[in-house]
């Protein structure tokens, strides 16, 4: 019998969802399984890292990793992984944008430990400890790894392949994508493994966007119950759908949630928060600079509305005056 | 890259403009950097790119050196992209590989470090050779001009306007809000300098536009909405019902006779509410069309449905119709005419100056009406408190050359407060004082008529009237307005007693102009008056092609610069009309089917109603017809699935990326 295909996933930072995605592939994990060897998984199985050193070069046929990349055993691993890996795909908005974790961005390395760690409500730490990469403890070096200054989508720490959009990305997406693998039917290199068209064209509530829309106020989904069956934007709740790709099968739109923006723009943009940001705005209905900022004041975090898995990636990225380069 | 599997061979040229460009930029310099350039297959300089040698410079480089992109860097495009273009076509390439370089309105006047100016040239050349590379070859498109013209407003330069355009043998649409044509000019007694009667020289040129066959004469009537471009306009334009059909009245005033009104009883519009007029009227007697309309806000008939109407039993030709309505007429014309004039300023805003709180305080307007001999009095001088008045004070620059009020200079109001001076001493031997802040009469016979009015002795005070009092000190003062001034010739603060005060009241952009503005996507200047493409060049053009304005709309002016403007405005119209064709830039934008994901967001944005919901595909769609290429939508379109060609994403990125990649 001849050798399976290997295949590894591995984890950044992010919150876990990602993993939970590939076991929500359910009973068609187990062709999955029977199809490839999983060589590396430290979610659920047990491998070490020396493992994969001992592996020769690109004798895994793809590696999926989830998570943004913050700290420097992130960075490592990613650049082992891509040593080892005949294909590296970014597996969701985390790895693909920076996702969550780099709305971080807005704040420097100092700001975040010190509220992680002595300022948050939540936090007893009467000495102060903050994390060292390097501490001497009875006699013992121990070491962490270094927490950078910036958090970075994978592709802005090493060479990624494909990228797998979403927070997490669909079961079935993922499927597609193993199948593609398996039979050598992949798309040109840099492809995004979702279709390249806007949320909005696969939206059940496309027919009920008027064509005329414009924003007298924006409200925030917890403070209105949305009507299951209107357009988002027409009920004033921001709905990234027109600046994001598809794929996920409007999910969220299904729970009567507006879309967040998670799977990423279309190919043909480079700053999805800019985009949505530039429609919107235009449709505001507003004669006067008061009016303008009455209606905006909607939008009481801007960044986290329309950046929120795409400030890594954006032309914004980060606050400029973060010290270092990571 | 589309260059038919070509690579690209770039010819860059540099213009010295004289010193234009050569005195503050090291043109050779930017020449030499410029050769260094990838994909640049030569660079020079010339003196003037845009003479006949330098442009045949580019066309026998391009069959010589075998350039397949050429970067001219020069003045702005708006002067000399056509030119280029032009050569390239000449030299048998797309005119659209082409890319120009502003390094004269962008560098070198507005800079005078030599280093830094050279250095910033160099960086608009790179960004330049970096954007041409991906240019495409594009075409421009023709449409055929429908031949007939808008005009809005039927002032003396709607007047002028559409008779020049009807002569020229082309159909013309003339739309006036008020149920006369005429404007401002029909309520003038005299004009100045010849004192020519007003209705003398207006109201031929009023019978000539109700008579002739290429005019279509719509009054009581408004545009609604304007859509289309250049060449092909389509306009709606309501016609107020006046409830008399005007192809059956013939203006006999035999209903007006028979109204249960007696008596004129309600304020009447045209002469500025000094006269009276029945709910049934014609506004003057020469109005055209010469028949008459029903103001169904004071009618009885409307206002309680209890009138026997003898207006419509006395009618035999029975052309009285309680029951028409409103009229929606849709038309197509190739070019339009803006003539909505002006609105007087409002003297009520300056209560100093007592209008509407003592009855003798008149507006000049209104004086122009009651020197008139059809106006309110038959011509004669009487206020409205019965007396005639033996002293009269004229008050210029009211609602002008006033920070308060407004900044602007209305032209007009010296000269025309002279013209009133003359006439109001003629009818009644009056002394007239005139308080002016500078007496500015420039034109033709202008100075000399002020010479005349200074000989028949008018008193001229200078200095800006303080206020309008009846507040009295002394007997003599006693039962009359005092004008309180301060005499900058003589120095000293003085009181003038008169029986009557004129108020020379400026020019403000017309009631509704900012509709007029919006609806035919027109810019204005921040005063409200319509902006001209050009101060100098383009005076009667505007920013949206076929488009053209004349008169008072664009600002103040007399009558003999306006009858001027109209008929340039006429002559553009008439040549677009006579071309036939247009030619459309081919900068236009395109949805890309398979990308567009229907959201819709575009539509409401674009400000030509080009784009459309297809319902069949679910997606949007651009007529390129309407499109005039603004690159909204482009901006805009939050999944980037509308492209404008001229402007697409890597030629604007590969632009930006190189002209910043010094920073």
């Known amino acids: 019998m001849p050798e399976k295909p290997k295949i590894a996933f591995y984890w950044c930072a992010s919150c876990g969802g990602c993993e939970e995605s590939v076991v929500d592939l359910a009973e068609s994990i187990l062709d999955v399984v029977a199809a490839v060897d999983i060589v590396f998984w430290p979610v659920a199985m047990d491998f070490k890292v020396k493992d994969v050193e001992a592996m020769p070069d690109k004798s895994i046929l793809a590696t999926m990793i989830n998570g943004a990349i913050r700290t420097s055993e992130q960075e490592e691993i990613a650049h082992l992984l891509r040593r080892k890996s005949q294909y590296i795909i970014a597996y969701g908005s985390c790895a693909h944008l920076g996702g969550v974790p780099a709305l971080a961005n807005q704040f420097s390395r100092e700001h975040i430990l010190e509220y992680v760690y002595r300022k948050a409500p939540s936090v007893t730490n009467p000495a102060g400890t903050v994390p060292q990469p390097n501490w001497k403890d009875d006699g013992h070096q121990v070491t962490l790894p270094e927490f950078r200054h910036v958090v970075r989508a994978l592709d802005q720490v090493i060479d990624v392949d494909y990228y797998l959009p979403g927070c997490a990305p669909s079961p079935k997406l993922l499927a597609a994508a193993v199948q593609a693998l398996l039979k050598g039917e ?71 949630m507006p879309c967040t923006g998670c799977y990423g723009p279309p190919s043909r943009i480079k700053d999805q928060g800019a985009k949505i940001l530039s429609s919107l705005s235009a449709n505001v209905a507003a004669e006067d600079e008061k009016e303008i900022e009455r209606i905006l004041s909607g939008i009481p975090d801007p960044v986290g509305t329309f950046y929120r898995y795409g400030l890594a990636r954006s032309l914004l990225r980060r606050r400029v005056d973060l010290k270092g380069n990571s | 890259m589309e260059n038919n599997g070509k690579q690209p061979r770039i010819g860059v040229y540099i213009c010295h403009c004289g010193f234009n460009i050569a005195g503050t930029i090291d043109v050779n310099a930017v020449c030499e950097y410029a050769k260094t350039l990838p994909h640049v297959a030569l660079a020079r300089t010339y003196k003037y790119m845009c003479s006949d040698p330098g442009q045949e410079m580019i066309i026998a480089d391009i069959a010589e050196h075998h350039l397949n992109r050429i970067v001219v860097a020069a003045c702005s495009p708006n002067l000399h992209e056509a030119t280029f273009r032009g050569a390239l076509q000449r030299a048998g390439l797309n005119p659209y590989f082409f890319q120009m370089v502003n390094i004269r309105e962008h560098a070198s006047w507005v800079h005078d470090d030599r280093a830094a100016a050279t250095a910033k040239a160099k960086d608009q050349v790179r960004a330049a050779v970096a954007r041409v590379q991906f240019h495409k070859p594009l075409e421009r498109k023709r449409f055929n001009v429908e031949q007939s013209v808008l005009v809005v407003g039927g002032g003396i330069a709607g007047i002028t306007a559409a008779l020049e355009i009807a002569n020229s043998g082309k159909h013309v649409y003339l739309v006036e809000r008020e149920p006369s044509i005429g404007g401002h000019m029909a309520k003038y007694d005299k004009t100045f300098p010849t004192l020519d009667c007003a209705a003398c020289i207006l109201t031929p040129k009023m019978s000539e536009v109700r008579e002739h066959p290429n005019i279509t004469l719509w009054t009581y009537s408004e545009v609604q909405e304007v859509s289309g471009h250049v060449g092909k306009f389509h306009v709606k334009v309501r016609r107020k019902p006046r409830f008399i059909d005007e192809d059956l009245c013939v203006g006999c005033m035999e209903c007006v006779s028979a109204c249960v009104y007696k008596e004129p009883k309600f304020e009447d519009e045209f002469n500025e509410g000094l006269g009276k007029r029945k709910p049934i009227f014609m506004p003057f007697p020469q109005a055209v069309p010469p028949v008459v309309t029903i103001d169904p806000e004071t009618c009885l008939k409307f206002k309680t449905g209890k009138c026997k109407s003898p207006c419509a039993t006395v009618c035999d030709r029975k052309a009285v119709n309680f029951d028409q309505t ?219 092609a076929g488009v053209f304005i004349a008169g008072c709309c664009q600002g103040p002016k007399d009558i003999p610069d306006t009858v001027a403007q109209a008929g340039a405005a006429a002559a553009h119209a008439v040549a677009l009309l006579d071309k036939g064709y247009v030619e459309i830039e081919p900068n236009t934008a395109y949805i890309n089917p398979d990308h567009c994901s229907g959201c819709k967001s575009c539509i409401p944005l674009c400000p030509y109603h080009a784009i459309v919901f297809d319902d069949g595909l679910k997606k949007a769609r651009i007529d390129e017809a309407l499109c005039l290429g603004c690159g909204t939508c482009v901006a805009s379109c939050p999944s980037g699935s509308i492209i404008q060609n001229l402007f697409e994403d890597e030629q604007i990125f590969s632009e930006i990326d190189e002209v910043l990649s010094n920073v």
């Open chain 1, 186 to 256: 992949l798309p040109p290199k840099g492809s995004v493994l979702a279709p390249d068209v806007a949320l909005c064209d696969e939206c059940p509530r496309k027919e009920s966007k008027p064509t005329e829309v414009s924003f007298a106020e924006f409200k925030r989904p917890h403070e209105v119950i949305a009507d299951p069956n209107l357009c988002f934007l027409a009920q004033g709740l921001i709905c990234m759908g027109p600046a994001t790709r598809s794929g996920c099968g409007a999910a969220c739109i299904t729970g009567n």
């Open chain 2, 326 to 544: 409103e009229r929606i007429e849709e038309i197509e014309v190739g070019a339009v005419i803006i003539a909505t004039g002006f609105k007087a300023f409002d003297a009520t805003r300056l209560p100093l100056y007592g209008y509407g709180i003592y009855s003798n305080v008149y507006t000049s307007l209104e004086v122009e009406r009651l020197v008139n001999s059809s106006g309110p009095t038959a011509g004669d001088i009487v206020c409205r408190d019965g007396r005639k008045p033996k002293a009269i004070g004229i008050i210029h620059c009211v609602g002008s050359r006033d920070k308060k009020t407004n900044r602007w200079c209305s032209r007009v109001c010296c000269m025309y407060s002279l013209k009133l001076a003359h006439l109001l001493r003629e009818h009644t031997g009056a002394d007239v004082y005139q308080f002016y802040i500078d007496m500015r009469c420039p034109g033709k016979g202008y100075d000399e008529f002020y010479e005349r009015l200074l000989d028949e002795g008018i008193q001229m005070i200078r200095g800006r009237a303080a206020e309008v009092t009846d507040w009295t000190m002394t007997p003599e003062e006693e039962g009359k307005l005092v004008i309180r001034v301060e005499d900058t010739l003589s120095a000293y603060v003085r009181r003038v007693p008169v029986d009557m005060v004129v108020l020379s009241v400026g020019m403000e952009p017309a009631e509704g102009a900012d509709e007029v503005r919006r609806m035919f996507n027109i810019s204005c200047s921040k005063e409200g008056f319509f902006l001209e493409k050009h101060p100098k060049l383009a005076p009667v053009e505007t920013a949206t």
